[in-house]
């Protein structure tokens, strides 16, 4: 269970100034792959996310190159999508034709999929090891700030 310190004042503007500047950071970090286009990055990062949501916890696909496959990734709909990534219908489909062309995210029986192939790519991953560096970076700011993860 996550929760404040005992011994801690209020933190909680503490902690939020800390996480909303954090992922302004991964944000624009991560929309580099994207051309700098971190509304990109957000579409693409909602459909990856619905794809392998249900796999967190799952042992096999813990490590960075234990990339889960395309078996693994449940198709996400448009529904779907406009759920967690809420914008005007015309820019989400807008970036999701460009995601499309750019063979980041196909079409597949039900939905949309982001492929394995896409992961394995080095960019990718060396995105992943910055978004991970990022979390750390978080994590003890949080703590810092006399945040408590239960531990």
Known sequence: MTSTSPAASDNRRAVVRIVAYEM???S?????VHGN???EYLVFTAIWVLNTNHLIGDARFGELKSIPPDTQRKPVTMDDLRRV?????EILQTYVDRLLASGYVEERPGGLVVPTAVFAQPEML????????HVMTM???MRGAGFSFGD
Request: hydrophobic share 35%; proline share 7%; charged share 25%.
């Open 24 to 26: 302004m950071r991964i």
């Open 28 to 32: 624009s970090s991560m929309a580099r």
């Open 37 to 39: 286009d971190v509304i």
């Open 85 to 89: 990534a809420p914008m005007p219908d």
């Open 126 to 133: 060396d995105g992943s090891n910055e978004l991970y560096s």
């Open 139 to 141: 994590v003890r700011s």
